[in-house]
């Protein structure tokens, strides 16, 4: 059907009971437009009316329940300061009080002695006896009863319910939208065929029972298929992204693994690399070698190689007479790639550049010259790296450290460094992501993770310890300094309360002077509003060992590595995330030393508050860390997804719907393999709401 014929399409503005002062706030607030859209706001909560029950099942509850009950006596009772009407309703098990504080003349004029009504209303318990309080009711027929339904409650704003556009008013215009709607209007893009062979409910048929459910079964069968569609499309339009991109973008062929490569991997590498590092450097070795350009994300906890793997995936394009850069999203963490691969390559013939915002005048100028002439074969930097006045000579692949640091824009503009031929895109981060939000965040990259520490890795004993412990935490911290340790303190520095954040760091650094006092002790203070000239001075004293304790904020959670500091103690645990908690602890543990990483918080801990320190204190494992993340968080709080088709999900979760979203990806993949380009005639209605998708949003996924 023409999408300009289907009345789907009609502007809620000519629904009755809506006009144009309604319609104009339900687009504001909702985003509701037409008709379809209206039909696709879905309940987020059901009141369930199928059951009945009798006035002795009653009992105290935060669920309302409903019963039929003769009203036996009305009578209304002039309090000091308000009226009230009271009620006594009765049925064969018993009676029951109702009162009303508000709207007691209308109530009074519906409500007549010696009739039945049907109740619905929570039960609360009042000196010993239950009783009800401004129930809903309506007088009783056999037919109003068989009419029940699980009653749909819809997401609203203040706005909409102060100007009536409550979920009553919602459930009328829904039904007012199905009444004017024929089989064939319904957009039902999975078609008759997958809807049978998957054994679901028809699209038509989910979409009215989503709303208008008269059983819990009904309900269930709605939202499995609902849900289902919601998944596969998501997955769908990944798969095609990534088949489409295959297919259209080329890549240089990295044909051989040289000298480079085989001198660095059998004489400079003092270690034997994991199982895990092995298996994702011949994955991107394989993908290299295809002739398509790469686009892998890759992801492994703090520590386990990641930036070994990227090496020698650098040292294979230039085997193959390629230039390879690499990214970081901060200075220090820039500096400190260069100087350990700088000093990694001395003898190999390999000239490794540096480039940043602070290389400036001859030397800058030297190192771009050089850049272009392909004399330097690796550049690391920050990102000064995009700038157009950074020309390669032929840049054959683009590494990028925690990507999710950097916008998407940021990223692509990696693209135009290459003339013809785009170089191959690796981005690394060290925010373990749960299996099922790499699938929706990340569906359309290929995904490496290196889930293996290198052997001899020392555990991080984790404790948490409450503010009353203070005396005890000093004390150790002089013991790890004695040792000649070195020891960090972290702040939060939360953007609402900045000031009082920053107040809490000031307090600790002075409170911490009077009990480590110079000069028999340094310490460094590092936070977000020092100049950045400032903030690297701080740091490099501690990273060269001349302050033995460094007060921060969350700066220093990517880019400080120090092996000598031992002791990470975190204030105010309770207030940071587990992805940020798992972090901070990674930056100690690096030496051969014992590490410890002390979680501080006061006694007054949210649930989800404990949840995170129990978890903290019980795994070091950043994949299980990350999926007790994304369950208390959600999706849209993990950090670099705010952006994903994740958000687009308006029934499934992808916590709740893991085995659902592997389903439905398998399905997907198995369309794209049998037609890659959905043009067989089954598969056009697909390819159709593929291409609606795209309109919304772009797709930066192919970017990475």
């Known amino acids: 059907m023409d999408p300009s014929k289907n009345p789907l399409f009609t502007s809620i503005e000519f629904l009755k009971g809506v006009g144009p002062n309604r319609a104009s706030l339900l687009t504001k607030e909702l985003d509701i437009r037409t008709w ?42 002039k309090g000091k300061f308000k009226r009230r009407l009271t009620a006594t309703l009765r049925d064969q098990t018993g009676t029951i009080r109702a009162t009303w504080f508000q709207g007691i ?56 319910t102060k100007t009536g556009l409550e979920s009553k008013l919602k459930r009328t215009l829904i039904k007012q939208v199905f009444s004017k709607l024929k089989p064939e209007h319904f957009l039902d893009y999975l078609g008759p065929t997958y809807t049978e062979k998957l054994k679901l409910s028809s699209h038509a048929s989910a979409l009215y029972n989503i709303h208008f459910p008269k059983s819990e079964e ?26 489409q991109r295959k297919a259209k973008l080329k890549g240089a062929v990295f044909a051989k693994v040289g000298d480079k490569f085989m001198k660095y991997f059998n004489e400079k590498i003092p270690f034997e690399l994991t199982g895990a590092q092995k298996k994702v450097i011949k994955e991107i070795r394989n993908d290299l070698g295809s002739g398509i350009q790469m686009n892998r994300l890759l992801q492994g906890d703090v520590g386990s190689g990641k930036t070994m793997v990227a090496l020698l995936v650098m040292l294979l394009a230039n085997d193959n007479g390629y230039q390879a850069c690499m990214m970081a999203p901060t200075e220090i963490l820039a500096q400190q790639h260069y100087t350990s691969i700088a000093e990694q390559m001395k003898g190999m013939g390999i000239h490794v550049g540096f480039l940043s915002g602070s290389v400036k005048g001859k030397r800058r100028a030297e190192v771009l010259k050089l850049l272009k002439e392909g004399v330097i074969h690796i550049l690391i930097g920050t990102h000064a790296l995009i700038e157009d006045w950074v020309v390669f000579k032929q840049l ?16 692509a503009a990696l693209w135009s460094k290459t003339e013809g031929i785009a170089p191959h895109i690796l981005v690394m981060t060290a925010t373990p992501i749960p299996r099922t939000l790499a699938l929706t965040a990340y569906g359309d990259l290929e995904v490496s993770t290196i889930d293996e520490l290198p052997p001899g890795r020392k555990p991080i004993k984790t404790v948490h310890m409450y503010d009353t412990r203070r005396v005890d935490l000093n004390n150790f911290i002089e013991t790890e300094i004695k040792k000649g340790r070195q020891v960090y303190i972290v702040y939060p520095l939360i953007e609402e309360s900045s000031k009082l954040d920053l107040q809490n760091l000031e307090d600790g650094y002075e409170r911490l002077l009077q009990r480590f006092p110079r000069p028999k002790y340094q310490i460094s203070v590092v936070h977000g509003k020092l100049k950045a000239a400032d903030k690297e001075s701080e740091m490099q004293r501690f990273v060269r060992g001349e302050t033995q304790i460094m007060v921060a904020t969350t700066v220093i959670e990517v880019g400080v590595n120090v092996p000598n500091a031992s002791v990470m103690i975190i204030e105010n645990s309770e207030r940071f995330g587990l992805s940020q908690l798992h972090q901070l602890r990674g930056r100690v543990g690096r030496g051969s030393e014992k590490s410890y990483c002390i979680l501080m918080s006061g006694y007054n801990l949210s649930i989800n508050g404990k949840k995170r320190l129990e978890t903290m204190v019980r795994t070091q494992d950043g994949f299980e860390i990350a999926e007790v993340d994304l369950e208390l968080r959600g999706p849209g709080n993990i950090e670099g997804t705010q952006q994903s088709g994740v958000m687009d999900l308006n029934l499934a979760s992808i916590v709740k719907d893991q085995e659902l979203m592997i389903y439905a990806r398998n399905i997907a993949k198995s369309i794209i393999h049998d037609d890659p380009f959905l043009q067989k005639d089954i598969h056009i209605p697909m390819h159709n709401k593929l291409k609606t998708m795209r309109n919304y949003r772009k797709n930066w996924g192919r970017i990475s």
Do not use: C
């Open 36 to 77: 379809n859209d209206l039909i696709h706001h879905f309940p987020f909560r059901y009141i369930d009316k199928t059951q009945m029950y009798s006035v002795s099942d009653l009992k105290q509850s935060d669920v309302a329940v409903q019963f039929k009950a003769t009203v036996t006596r009305l009578s209304i009772t």
């Open 105 to 160: 003349n209308w109530v009074a004029e519906k409500l007549v002695e010696g009739r039945e009504y049907l109740f619905f209303a929570k039960a609360s318990n009042y000196k010993g006896a239950i009783s009800i309080s401004h129930p809903e009711f309506e007088e009783y027929t056999v037919d109003k009863l068989k009419s029940k339904t699980l009653e749909p409650v819809y997401p609203s704003t203040e706005l909409l």
């Open 218 to 243: 009904d309900l269930q069968r709605a939202q499995a298929r609902l849900k289902f569609e919601e998944l596969f499309f998501l997955q769908l339009g990944m798969i095609f992204n990534q088949q």
């Open 396 to 411: 054959g692949v683009a590494i990028i450290d925690e990507q999710h640091r950097f916008g998407v824009a940021q990223r």
